[in-house]
């Protein structure tokens, strides 16, 4: 059974960084690429971020709005990707979750479609 876990969620205030960590189990999860997306109530899951296989593996991609303030890596050896947030801002309170997506699978990397798995997720917030 594959499981998708993230912790580090909370409430910060505006400007302020935050750590998310999320421990994949049940999977090969040097076979799968990583990615972060978020969600407010009523909207759309969005891409935030995501990552290969390996560095040779692909390139690391971000949404254009969090591009040189978030951070997305992952440790192979611990089964774990992390989503380092720097200079958040409000509009960045969201439920942020971990997805897995087969590494070579079609479908683009930004899509929730081409992910196969799926986190609970966990609650941001940024206060102003």
């Known amino acids: 059974q594959v499981q998708l876990v993230e912790s580090g969620g909370g409430s910060v205030q505006s400007g302020d960084s935050l750590r998310l960590s999320c421990a994949a189990s049940?999977?090969?999860?040097?076979?799968?690429?990583m990615g972060w997306f978020r969600q407010a109530p009523g909207k759309e899951r969005e891409f935030v971020a995501t990552i290969p296989i390996s560095r040779s593996g692909g390139s690391t991609y971000y949404a254009d709005s969090v591009k040189g303030r978030f951070t997305i890596s992952r440790d192979n050896a611990k089964n774990t990707v992390d989503l380092q947030m720097n200079s958040m801002k409000p509009e960045e309170t969201d439920d942020y979750y971990c997805?897995?997506?087969?590494?070579?699978?079609?479908?683009?990397?930004?899509?929730?479609?081409?992910?196969?798995?799926w986190g609970q997720g966990t609650q941001v917030t940024v206060s102003s």
């Open positions: 997805a897995a997506r087969l590494q070579g699978r079609g479908g683009s990397y930004y899509s929730t479609h081409a992910y196969a798995y």
């Open positions: 049940g999977l090969t999860f040097s076979w799968y690429a």
